[in-house]
């Protein structure tokens, strides 16, 4: 049976439901070691193991060699900006944090532990993230409220010795340049001159425009929109967005060479790509506005659960080439894609930081993994499993060029360790579901 686009999303909903009443929670803890009998504990607990931590206080890098630190990453989150969702609290982003857990494991062969944070302010939960860090070798945030997320990945990522990584600033920017990247390739534009339009000034977007830059755009041609406009240096609330949304207030400076304003239809005249994360409801982008557009228009509509206008529409309006955030339509641009690989990079390199040079080699990594991209297959899915040790091998060497990593090895030396954990961690899932 065909079902309609709104009928599809009731049945996830259904489903994801009935799977956690089932199965009350998606990860759990297993042994590594083998375990034959209490005897063993002599040595994986007391009284042998106090020669362990005497290693490691005579050495604290012995930690990455001999405990888990060096594939270990926290899922820290407050629960204020939860999907599509909104602020739902730390108890209620706990299904969430799970599911990212096990993407994290099952992908990527990482191990990754969900911790919500009931904290009142910025200082908590940085106070909190410095005291868990012995354990972890990566920090990943995720939903947590703009424009707080951007002093938080800000403040963390100076004052920590692992990687922190916000996804949905990050990971959503890489997957969003992978995409557009494979668009441009298809249809013969240059970065460089392209006409870009973020609808949308949250955390996915706003990074999204710092990462192209990096990558290579030309800012002048990018135009950003939030809920009161078009972002430019003489809007009325300018003032205020610099002590408020510092991040923001930069992007007004240096974005929009043009200097348009006003109405989100001023913006898309003429525009090649539209990058669209903003509210999630299908009619926000108009069929008006597409067919002002340049030729070969590239339309991202990533609000999720519902994108801002329906992959049929927006094609019926003129768009050449169009992406969603869902997987029932083609070109899902979803972050799931960056994460596994880029952390399982980082770990193997046991790097001290990641930043947007890092981030770029991922979403070319990315967007090389599709050989032949076309109109519907820009970026690979979650079942191109070789992608992940590919982007991590890269990210990995990267961790090297840049001087972050504290350990070296070649791309390939890296791409053969990244699959050998992946691999051997799917034949772990494998034997489980055989039971």
């Known amino acids: 049976m065909i079902m309609k686009d709104s009928e599809r999303t009731e049945y996830f909903d259904k489903t994801a439901i009935e799977i956690s009443k089932k199965y009350r929670g998606k990860i759990r803890t297993l042994s590594k070691v083998p375990i034959t009998g209490m005897g063993d504990f002599s040595s994986l607990y007391t009284p042998g193991i106090a020669a362990v931590s005497k290693k490691i206080q005579a050495d604290k890098e012995l930690v990455y060699e001999l405990t888990g630190k060096w594939n270990s990453v926290a899922i820290l989150t407050d629960g204020t900006r939860v999907l599509g969702i909104g602020n739902v609290g730390p108890e209620a982003s706990i299904p969430v944090m799970e599911g990212k857990a096990l993407l994290f494991n099952y992908l990527g062969g990482v191990n990754a532990i969900p911790i919500p944070l009931v904290v009142n302010n910025n200082e908590e939960f940085i106070t909190a993230a410095k005291a868990i860090q012995p354990y972890f070798g990566g920090y990943n945030l995720e939903d947590i409220q703009s424009p707080r997320c951007f002093f938080l990945l800000e403040s963390l990522q100076k004052s920590m010795d692992i990687p922190v990584w916000h996804d949905d600033q990050l990971g959503t920017a890489s997957i969003i340049l992978a995409g557009v990247i494979n668009a441009l390739r298809i249809l013969n534009k240059k970065k460089e001159e392209v006409k870009i339009v973020f609808n949308g000034a949250g955390a996915a977007n706003i990074a999204a425009i710092y990462l192209f830059g990096a990558a290579g755009f030309d800012k002048g041609n990018i135009i950003a929109i939030d809920s009161k406009g078009i972002i430019e240096p003489d809007r009325q609330d300018i003032d205020a967005l610099m002590f408020k949304n510092p991040w923001k207030y930069k992007i007004a400076l240096e974005t929009n060479k043009e200097r348009i304003k006003g109405d989100p239809a001023n913006a898309f005249k003429g525009a090649d790509v539209v990058i669209s994360a903003s509210v999630s409801i299908p009619g926000t982008i108009k069929d008006e506005w597409i067919r002002s557009m340049n030729r070969d228009p590239v339309i991202f509509a990533l609000a999720n659960p519902l994108p801002e206008i329906w992959p049929g529409d927006a094609k019926k309006a003129g768009a050449r080439i169009v992406a969603t955030g869902r997987s029932d339509f083609p070109n899902q641009i979803n972050n799931s894609m960056v994460f596994p690989g880029v952390f399982r990079g980082v770990l193997d390199a046991r790097a001290k930081g990641v930043n947007f040079g890092i981030m770029v080699a991922a979403s070319y990594a990315i967007a090389d993994f599709i050989k032949e991209p076309t109109e519907d ?59």
């Open 377 to 435: 297959h820009i970026v690979p899915s979650m079942e191109d499993f070789d992608l992940f040790p590919r982007v991590a091998s890269i990210v990995a060497r990267k961790c090297v060029e840049s001087g972050l990593a504290r350990k070296s090895d070649s791309t390939e030396g890296f791409y053969r360790e990244a699959s050998e954990i992946i691999n051997n961690n799917r034949k772990v899932y494998n034997k489980l579901f055989d039971l």
